[in-house]
């Protein structure tokens, strides 16, 4: 029971704390746009004091000038688009058999053609196997990050395939996954082995799109990622490591601590508009092959009702060193966010295909204890997880 | 049967009534028409579509307008009409048994899920026809949700064109009238009025 009374309080607390926040970073927005534009000067130096200083945060490598905006092109039409989502049904501890299971849909559209799209979700039921010998060792705990990896995993793979299968020939392709490519969660299950053994896996399908040139991208809503602002925290001497003096003009307050990539570029970008390129300096680029490290730009989304918002669109190298792909993918991503009002339609689309719902997580917990029992193999549910299902009165 | 001449397939089923969804690609049966669902032992039901629906498959998504040609929103967003659906609720009035035997009732057991429904030939709608008990249903036990007067209006219409329309309907309609006359206990504004709209 939630007594919303007792409540009134800390809303008024939190009220006035929000209002704080919203002023201050009103001027941390004006302070980032000077040292921004500092910086956008003498873009080459700045690169050059991030590449030696190495600083410990993640810090957004340049590519060029970074208060560089460029306006949405046309999009090319027809075009394919391909995209993928996935859910799972995380293991559960109070559930004898221990598995997991992984839902992941596939969605292409063939754009500007009256063809029929592709509209589809693929289950896997995963248990005790031998995924590999690496892997298997952390499978035995079945983490939830693990399950994650797995899914993200499988979205990748059933990208390509359903690239290769919705092409045709001539017609441009774009492929569309959902968050991001940099599998920075990978790190952090206390087994080496198996995490390399997980990125190994996630760049060879990687580099797959790339042998087989179908520009791939992902899309963030709402980024809470901050390499931007750590960049301009460098110039201006607020990180550990500083950068070149430059010419900053202005007052030298507020510090940037706190500050988002999404606020600096909220002032920058007009409706549609893409950001400058930057490269991703996270520790995991460095097991990517080649071409296949990932970079980003933001843009703003608009929205037919309300501001819009910044999304932050990933791609690999490859397609950010080819200006013709880079357009497409902006072009694409950002008419998609506009039919989808506000979040790309190809992904909703997958997300919606992917989703397991309420009754059909029943439904599948339902048919795999009939399908046990039948087996004589009679599923031990904990008394917990039942005390759970019926609250008692 | 011939399988490829199904329009629908049943997704919900009683003795009373069941709902089909019809396929896409098979036009939608027109409110008031006669179907029938066969059985895999050779007995039939049969009934009179009493509401026909349009809609989103998907409880938790609803429609909205888009403000886009159909041309436009066949290239830009097909997804939306993967997602449309029409469905038919259909009242069961009569049954066949297996030995062949119309009996002018509800049947004993409802239709199986995922039965294939068929339009009712003509032959069937004749054999339908007479005596006319199942005009009775309709009037005595009607569905609430359907205005009664308006299905009696399309059943009298069908058993009109299964007869041959104007070459040989006007007989059979006569005598439907007659019946119906008098499960109207003599109420004959009503029946003039439904009598009106079936030509």
């Known amino acids: 029971m939630l007594n919303l009374h007792r409540l009134r309080d800390q809303l008024d607390t939190f009220e006035s704390h929000e209002a704080d926040t919203r002023k201050r970073r009103a001027r941390q927005q004006e302070r980032a746009e000077t040292v921004l534009a500092a910086c956008d000067r003498r873009w080459e130096a700045v690169q050059a004091a991030v590449e030696e200083a190495e600083p410990r945060r993640l810090v957004a490598a340049l590519r060029e000038p970074p208060a560089e905006t460029h306006g949405a092109p046309e999009r090319p039409s027809p075009i394919t688009v391909v995209a993928t989502d996935g859910s799972q049904i995380y293991p559960d501890r109070h559930v004898e058999p221990l598995f997991f299971l992984l839902n992941v849909s596939r969605v292409a559209v063939q754009y500007g053609t009256q063809e029929a799209p592709l509209l589809d979700a693929e289950p896997r039921l995963h248990f005790e196997e031998a995924l590999s010998d690496h892997v298997d060792e952390v499978l035995r705990s079945l983490t939830t990050e693990l399950v994650s990896a797995l899914r993200d995993e499988m979205e990748l793979e059933l990208l390509l395939r359903t690239a290769r299968e919705a092409q045709v020939e001539g017609r441009p392709l774009l492929a569309l996954a959902d968050g991001t490519l940099i599998r920075w969660m990978i790190r952090g299950m206390n087994n080496e082995a198996a995490e390399d053994a997980l990125i190994a896996r996630y760049t060879d399908y990687l580099q797959a799109f790339r042998a087989e040139a179908y520009p791939l991208g992902s899309y963030v809503s709402m980024p809470a990622t901050t390499e931007v602002v750590n960049l301009l925290r460098f110039v201006a001497g607020e990180l550990e490591t500083s950068g070149p003096a430059l010419d900053i003009e202005g007052p030298a307050a507020p510090v940037l601590d706190g500050l988002l990539d999404r606020h600096v570029f909220d002032t920058l970008l007009d409706d549609g508009e893409r950001s400058a390129t930057f490269g991703s300096t996270s520790h995991i680029q460095d097991a990517y092959p080649s071409g296949t490290e990932i970079c980003y730009f933001y843009l703003r989304v608009p929205s037919a009702v309300g501001e819009g918002e910044i999304g932050r669109v990933e791609v690999p190298r490859w397609v950010a060193d080819d200006p013709a792909l880079l357009d497409r993918m902006h072009a694409t991503v950002l008419r998609e966010c506009e039919k989808g009002d506000g979040y790309p339609l190809v992904l909703s689309e997958a997300h919606e295909r992917a989703v397991i719902r309420g009754p059909e997580r029943e439904g599948f917990f339902r048919l795999m204890e009939r399908r046990l029992r039948r087996a004589g193999l009679s599923p031990s549910n904990s008394r917990k997880r039942r005390s759970k299902q019926r609250p008692r009165v | ?199």
């Open chain 2, 1 to 199: 049967m011939d399988e490829s001449e199904a329009i629908g397939e049943v997704i919900e089923s009683s003795t009373r009534q069941f709902v089909a969804e019809v396929y896409e690609d098979a036009s939608a049966p027109a409110f008031g028409t006669w179907v029938q669902v066969p059985d895999a032992e050779g007995a039939d039901v049969y009934g009179l579509i009493s509401h026909v629906e349009t809609g989103s498959y998907d409880s938790n998504r609803q429609a909205v307008a888009l403000g886009l040609s159909a041309d436009e929103r066949a290239e830009e967003m097909p997804m939306v009409q993967e997602l449309i659906r029409t469905t038919v609720r259909v009242q069961l009035l009569a049954c066949r048994d297996r030995e062949g035997r119309l009996r002018q009732t509800l049947p004993p057991h409802p239709p199986d899920l995922h039965d294939f429904v068929y339009p009712c030939p003509d032959e069937a709608i004749q054999d339908l026809g007479t005596p006319a008990d199942v005009l009775r249903t309709l009037v005595n036990h009607p569905d609430p949700a359907v205005p009664a007067d308006d299905l009696l209006v399309a059943a009298l219409r069908s058993v009109y064109d299964a007869h041959g329309g104007e070459a040989g309907g006007r007989e059979a309609l006569v005598s439907a009238g007659r019946a119906l006359s008098r499960l109207l206990d003599d109420d004959h504004e009503r029946l003039q009025s439904i009598l009106r709209r079936v030509l």
